[in-house]
Every structure is written in C-alpha cells, then in structure tokens.
C-alpha cells in the first residue's frame, strides 16, 4: 500500500482543518492506520488510529474530544477532522498504515506501522 496526506495549512486557533490520507494498492481495508505528529524539535508522536474496519479508534489524550479518524474503504482516504485547533498542534502530521488490524485496536507505537506517507505541515497560529 502507498499512502499520500494533503490537506495542511495555515489557520488560527480555534480554527478546522480536516486531513487527508489517500492509500493505494489491494485490500486497503487490512490495514488499521494512523495519524502521527512531528513539531519542530521533539518526537514523532501519536495522534490518533482507526482499524481496518473503522469501528475501533483510539486518540491521543492531547486530541481527544477535538480530533475525529474516519476512513472511507470504498475511496480508500483516511480523514483527520481536526477541530479547536491549539497552536501547539502545529506540527507536520505523517498518515501510516500497518498490516493486520481489521478489527483490532491499531498501536500507538510508530515501530508497529509497514508504510509511512509523506508529510503535511499543520500550523496554528495564535
């Protein structure tokens, strides 16, 4: 599977942004996948991830409640619904996809997903 994220900009606080993730390849729907976030000088961290069939999420607790994963598995595109933006979400957030988590939790570890896309830069202004 490939996997391509667009939709990051420049906003305010308190503003919306929803990302995108477009996959590519057979059976995309094996792959729990997930959002990750990398600020300037720190770790990639965990955002947030959706299984394969979408009915099992988990969230970041920095997210939670203004964060929404959903994937759509006839277009094969991941969303990241983005809303209350804080300027310390600015970040470049990175879409990954890893094998095997149809109906399970996926991790939240970034060492558990096969494929990586690009990044797209995120900034919140204040």
């Known amino acids: 599977v490939q996997l391509q994220a667009s939709g990051g900009g420049l906003v305010q606080a308190g503003d919306s942004l929803r990302l995108s993730c477009a996959a590519s390849g057979r059976t995309v729907s094996r792959y729990g996948m997930g959002w990750f976030r990398q600020a300037p000088g720190k770790e990639r961290e965990f955002v947030a991830a959706i299984s394969g069939y979408a009915g099992n999420t988990v969230y970041a607790d920095s997210v939670k409640g203004r964060f929404t994963i959903s994937r759509d598995n006839v277009r094969n595109i991941m969303y990241l619904q983005m809303n209350s933006l804080k300027p310390e979400d600015t970040a470049v957030y990175f879409c990954?996809?890893?094998?095997?988590?149809?109906?399970?939790?996926?991790?939240?570890?970034?060492?558990?997903?096969?494929?990586w896309g690009q990044g797209t830069l995120v900034t919140v202004s204040s």
């Open positions: 990954a996809a890893a094998v095997g988590y149809y109906y399970r939790q996926p991790p939240r570890g970034s060492n558990e997903y096969d494929t």
